[in-house]
């Protein structure tokens, strides 16, 4: 019954940043073991591993984009965050969040994905 939903602006513009939240229901986005994730996939290309947040608030970056990432969360709301800053049209993309487990070592949950293009 795990459901991940994404929102935020669709359109954001270059040099900002951009900024979606994902709705976790169904599980605890502190339950132990368990780690929340951003992915996205550009047009034309592959999955794009971000980062995580773990059950402790321990985070997780990819190199290439820790620079300009910040994963958050509010326990109170069993919400995820992400800020990407400095966008570029290069970041347009389809953004998910999704549940990964060490038990699995995959992805289990994932959210359906919210478009989001950087344009001027």
């Known amino acids: 019954q795990v459901q991940l939903q994404e929102s935020g602006p669709g359109l954001v513009k270059p040099s900002q940043t951009l900024s979606l939240t994902c709705t976790v229901s169904?599980?605890?986005?502190?339950?132990?073991?368990?780690?929340w994730s951003w992915i996205r996939q550009p047009p034309g290309k592959g999955l794009e591993r971000m980062g995580a947040?773990?059950?402790?608030?321990?985070?997780y970056y990819n190199p290439s984009l820790k620079s300009r990432t910040s994963i958050s969360r509010d326990t109170s709301k069993n919400h995820l965050t992400l800020q990407l800053s400095s966008a570029t049209p290069e970041d347009t993309a389809v953004y998910y969040c999704?549940?990964?487990?060490?038990?699995?070592?995959?992805?289990?949950?994932w959210g359906q994905g919210t478009q989001v293009t950087v344009s001027s």
């Open positions: 947040i773990a059950y402790d608030g321990s985070t």
């Open positions: 169904g599980a605890s986005i502190t339950t132990n073991n368990y780690y």
């Open positions: 999704a549940r990964y487990t060490d038990t699995l070592i995959a992805w289990d949950y």
